[in-house]
Each structure stands twice: as C-alpha cells, then as structure tokens.
C-alpha cells in the first residue's frame, strides 16, 4: 500500500505570492491533516478534513485554506506568503477521525523569500 | 492554560542503553495521547496512543505509560539503536477535536 505522498517536495516563493500544495493519503483514507512544523514553533496543527469537510481549525490565520477532493485527496493554500510561512507542510491521513492513527507524508519544505 | 511539556529537551546516549523520555499536559478533557518519532528530514511516524483508560502500552521497545490522575506520560527505549536518534513528539488531544504538541525531546545514540 502507497504511503502518503505530497507535492511538491521542496518550493521557493517570495513574498506576496500564493502557493498551493498537494497530498494524497493512503488508499482508502477518508481524513487528512494538515500540519506547520517550524524550528521556533515546532508542530502546529492547520486543519483536518474528513469526507470532504473541514471538521477541525488550527489558529491560523484566513490567509491558510484548504479542501478535500471526492477521492479524499487535499490541497492546502496559503495566499499573500509571509517570510514566517517559511516552514515543512506536512499533512497526515487515517481512516477515520478522532481516534485512528495517522500517517504522516514527508512533506513540502517551503521557503519564502 | 493547555499545555504540553516535554523533557529533556535533548538527550544523548550510548548504545543498548535505555532511556526514559516524559511528556506532562494540563489539557482537559483529556481525549488521547500520541507519541511520535520524527527522523531529521521526515514527517512523523505515530509509536503509540493511548486514551484514557490505558496505562501502558508497547510497540517493540518502545513502551509508553500514561497516568491520567497527574497528567504525565512517559516513553521508555530498550537497548536503544542507533537508528532510534530522532525527534521524540508527544501529543495531547482534548475537548474531542483540539490539540497540542510538545517541542518534542531530541534523542541522539551514539555508538
């Protein structure tokens, strides 16, 4: 079974830009996570989707959306990058929410410059 | 205030040590408690959850505890490896949907 994969890997904006990520989750997965992980802040959670809704907010700000696809799979955006959006994105899918264990992408580095 | 607290902040050990890794929350309710392993450059692999219910809880040599009276939980490596040098995350989820992460524990072994 693949794992969860997410695209791009790596990314450069600067600042003003938008930019648009993307994650598949495993196969048969209904529910995807999206997370920041900086060094000062470490892991931060953005939001869950589960069938196609957002079930759960992280505090941030409105400049972080994100959606879910009929085939589960998510997209996050983030519109008008900061230099502090510079961080790794990583998003993490299960079967269901709430209780069942997620599994973790590698996910996309950002940079802004 | 919710918060998770992880200690130590980094760790350094030899090889087939063990070591004992703690994370204490004030979240309430409480709804589980996820321990994480973050190698340099990956996402997050989940080790264990625990609900509330739960004292212990093992994959491996890694065992986890929970006491959910003082709000503590700790995860213990047995004769650790090398490959066990990572980011050690714990996470707490509370009120059904919310959570929070500790800065994570910084595990170095070294042969």
């Known amino acids: 079974k693949a794992g969860v994969t997410q695209t791009p890997r790596y990314l450069i904006k600067t600042r003003g830009q938008q930019v648009t990520l993307s994650c598949s989750p495993i196969?048969?997965?209904?529910?995807v996570s999206w997370y920041q992980q900086t060094p000062g802040q470490g892991l931060q959670f953005l939001f869950e989707?589960?069938?196609?809704?957002?079930?759960n907010k992280g505090n941030f700000p409105g400049r972080f959306s994100g959606r879910q696809f009929s085939n589960s799979r998510s997209e996050m955006n983030v519109s008008t990058l900061e230099l502090g959006d510079s961080a790794l994105y990583l998003c993490?899918?299960?079967?269901?929410?709430?209780?069942?264990?997620?599994?973790f992408g590698p996910g996309t580095r950002l940079l802004v410059l | 205030k919710n918060q998770v607290e992880q200690s130590p902040q980094s760790l350094i050990i030899l090889e087939g040590k063990n070591c004992t890794l703690q994370c204490n929350y004030t979240v309430s309710p409480f709804s589980n408690l996820r321990w994480y392993k973050q190698d340099t450059g990956r996402g997050p692999v989940s080790l264990t959850i625990?609900?509330?219910?739960?004292n212990t809880k093992s994959n491996g040599r890694y065992t986890a505890t929970l006491d959910a009276d003082t709000k503590q939980s700790s995860l213990h490596i047995t004769a650790s490896q090398l490959s066990d040098s990572a980011s050690y995350i714990c996470?707490?989820?509370?009120?059904?949907?919310?959570?929070?992460f500790g800065a994570g524990t910084r595990l170095t072994v070294k042969p």
């Open positions: 196969s048969g997965h209904r529910s």
């Open positions: 993490a899918s299960s079967y269901g929410a709430q209780q069942g264990t997620q599994y």
């Open positions: 989707y589960f069938s196609e809704t957002q079930r």
């Open positions: 625990m609900t509330f219910s739960e």
């Open positions: 996470v707490v989820k509370y009120n059904n949907n919310d959570m929070r």
